[in-house]
């Protein structure tokens, strides 16, 4: 079957940022060059800027990594079955069982999420940076928020300690307080994810006051 000019343009951007991902693991992004991307994805220079520029791919690339740990998880099953499974971050692993508070399971369900910027710490800095600057967008603040908000909203009501009328306030608040605390750890050089955690524990915690 010949593939369509779109389904092309899709192989290519694919290929352009997984060669992205690969040059900005290997040389950092200050050390990350157009002309090196290109070169690992078997493209020209003008192939690489059409898909965007090193700001732009950073962004990209750890869009589409965020977005694999979202959909990994999500394929455990619903919000409960995730939420209660045990959580590895950088090492320091969290069980948020069935009777655990709503700020226990929603550190559980951020985990993930904080275990990509973690890992990267040195990406994520700049990642930080770049969208704080502004001009650059990022499925952090649309998609990806609007899902993650959804699930923190899942969690709060599922056991009715959160009214739903008050909900989707406080899942707002939640998912900013989590987005605020992991652009706060990728500023630090030497964050320590227990602690990371358990400033997520205490921000939940001062949102949605659940103790069962």
Do not use: W
């Not at 220079?45 to 898909?51: C, L, P, Y």
């Not at 959909?71 to 320091?92: H, I, K, M, Q």
């Not at 040195?122 to 993650?148: C, N, P, Q, T």
């Amino acid at each position: 079957m010949t593939s369509t000019r779109a389904e092309i343009k899709t192989h290519t951007q694919t290929r352009v940022l997984d060669a992205a991902e690969q040059i900005f693991q290997e040389e950092g992004f200050a050390g990350a060059s157009i002309r090196g991307i290109a070169k690992s994805a078997g493209v020209s220079t003008g192939t690489v800027i059409s898909v965007g520029d090193k700001k732009t791919l950073l962004v990209r690339v750890f869009d589409r990594l965020i977005e694999a740990e979202h959909n990994r998880d999500a394929a455990g099953g619903n919000v409960e079955s995730v939420t209660t499974r045990p959580r590895r971050l950088s090492g320091v692993e969290y069980r948020s069982p069935g009777t655990g508070t709503c700020s226990d399971r929603l550190v559980a369900l951020a985990a993930p999420f904080v275990a990509v910027f973690m890992r990267n710490d040195d990406l994520a800095r700049v990642y930080a940076s770049i969208l704080v600057s502004g001009g650059h967008s990022s499925s952090l603040f649309s998609e990806l928020a609007a899902r993650l908000t959804e699930e923190f909203r899942s969690v709060i009501t599922e056991r009715g300690c959160t009214p739903r009328s008050e909900a989707a306030q406080k899942a707002g608040a939640l998912y900013f307080a989590y987005v605020g605390l992991l652009f706060t750890a990728s500023a630090r050089r030497a964050s320590d994810p227990a602690d990371l955690a358990a400033d997520l524990h205490r921000a939940f915690a001062a949102i949605c006051t659940c103790t069962e």
